[in-house]
């Protein structure tokens, strides 16, 4: 697979892995092939990536304020979207919602916000910085019509499909998380862990002696980057 200091790594429902270093994102299949790229200098660095329904995929441009849509060859779905214009000018995190719509988390505020496509409020939730340790957000996404957020205290935020609290999950140490529809699969030094979030149950699936950079399930399957390669994990 190509070579690069991944720092993000997502993985969608149909079979294909999404990288990022911060300045471009790839999409490649489980044996590291790159089958589309997606760069855009103007808006600069990447910060956030939600590709997991695959036909459809976000990234967030901090930096400038932008979230830029893309389709399954990671070419744009029309103008980037500007959240100044709509007088978003702190976001902490965004990730794609049900249907078209899109979930905001304001950084100024801690206000969960349910946007149209044009950014247009649909639904107000709840000011995450009420239930949360910490204001900055590692990773949100939307599963089976309950929000998640992942805080930079380790922490793990539910709310509902109206961005109503719900639950709060503390971890000891959370990295490179990856999200289902049940599960969040993580790294904890070389080890890698299973949290159901709908029963509060924690698993050790895997301890090795290597660096592990990200794990994600694919199709039933667990799959590791470790050294740039792509790994199944059978355990």
């Known amino acids: 697979m190509p070579q690069g200091n991944w720092q993000l790594v ?8 999404y990288l990022s270093d911060g300045v471009q994102l790839i999409k490649t299949d489980l044996q590291g092939n790159q089958v589309a790229n997606y760069q855009d200098s103007y808006h600069g660095d990447i910060q956030q990536i939600d590709c997991f329904k695959g036909l459809k995929n976000l990234v967030f441009h901090k930096d400038a304020n932008a979230i830029v849509l893309l389709d399954n060859e990671l070419a744009p779905l029309g103008d980037p979207l500007d959240l100044s214009t709509k007088g978003f000018y702190d976001v902490s995190a965004t990730c794609l919602g049900p249907d078209d719509q899109i979930w905001i988390a304001d950084g100024q505020t801690g206000q969960l916000l349910l946007v149209s496509k044009n950014l247009e409020v649909l639904q107000k939730g709840a000011v995450y910085f009420n239930y949360a340790n910490a204001v900055e957000i590692e990773k949100m996404v ?6 998640l957020v992942l805080t930079r205290s380790d922490e793990l935020l539910l709310f509902d499909q109206f961005g109503t609290f719900s639950h709060k999950f503390s971890f000891n140490r959370i990295e490179k998380p990856y999200v ?28 090795g002696n290597k660096t592990i ?4 399930q694919s199709k039933n399957q667990l799959y590791l980057l470790e050294e740039n390669q792509i790994e199944p994990l059978n355990y």
């Open 10 to 17: 997502d993985a969608d429902v149909l079979g294909f892995v």
């Open 213 to 216: 950079d990200a794990v994600w």
């Open 142 to 147: 939307w599963r089976n019509n309950m929000l």
């Open 180 to 207: 289902n529809y049940k599960h969040v699969y993580y790294v904890d030094k070389q080890r890698v862990l299973k949290f159901n979030y709908t029963i509060n149950k924690t698993d050790t699936l895997f301890k």
